[in-house]
């Protein structure tokens, strides 16, 4: 239903004969749509052995950059998260670390944006309400499930500028129990602890807050 382009280039620079010890290296890129269009205040989280080290955000023509203490025998991983595309996590690299070479890397990642204007799977809230959403029935979801017994679901909520953040939690606890309710199988459904408030051209397009679903998987790994 959702797809990410990729496109990952690697330049290897720079050459060092120390053996197994740790270096400093630069890790960049850019961060575009399919179109080709900039994304800025993309957050970008760096990862050592699947442990975030150190984050960032693109600035205004979707540019990021890392100095990284690359150490031996560790795996580095990147994830790319804004509230307009698909998340993706890519690998800097995931085999041992071998710092007898210095290596500067830099990816350029292109991903599908939400369409908003096609076929849209957000619950739609007015206002600080809690318990009414417009635009889905929770029984489309759990007919989803039933149908891709293998597919796995990930729920994630913008709110509007001006509402309370534990306006917003309670609201995903609601939606939550509404697809217990329905009998949705709850272990592959996650949901995002990230709230997210929408942008001002998000705004100009649908101003209600939202939850909205996005299938991570469909084999089944849903954690």
Not at 113 to 139: C, H, L, Q, T, W
Not at 146 to 166: A, G, V, W
Request: contains cysteine; negative net charge.
């Amino acid at each position: 239903m959702k797809t990410s382009a990729l496109t990952l280039f690697l330049f290897i620079f720079f050459y060092n004969q120390f053996y197994a010890q740790s270096y400093t290296g630069p890790f960049s890129g850019t961060i575009t749509s399919k179109e080709n269009a900039p994304f800025p205040n993309v957050k970008v989280v760096i990862y050592e052995n699947d442990i975030a080290i150190d984050s960032t955000f693109t600035d205004s023509l979707g540019n990021y950059s890392f100095k990284i203490e690359f150490k031996p025998k560790l795996e580095y991983s990147s994830s790319y998260h804004h509230n307009d595309f698909h998340e993706a996590t890519l690998d800097i690299f995931r085999e041992a670390t071998d710092t007898t070479i210095n290596v500067e890397y830099f990816i350029d990642i292109q991903l599908t944006s939400y369409r908003y204007d096609k076929f849209d799977n957000s619950a739609y809230y007015e206002m600080n309400v809690i318990d009414s959403f417009s635009n889905i029935e929770i029984g489309w979801f759990k007919d989803l499930m039933d149908e891709y017994p293998l597919m796995c679901l990930k729920f994630t909520q913008s709110i509007h500028p001006n509402e309370r953040i534990k306006t917003a939690e309670e609201r995903m606890k609601f939606f939550e129990n509404k697809l217990k309710e329905f009998g949705c199988d709850m272990n592959r459904i996650c949901f995002s602890s990230e709230i997210f408030k929408l942008e001002s051209h998000q705004l100009e397009l649908n101003n209600k807050s939202r939850i909205q679903g996005e299938i991570t998987s469909m084999d089944g790994s849903c954690k």
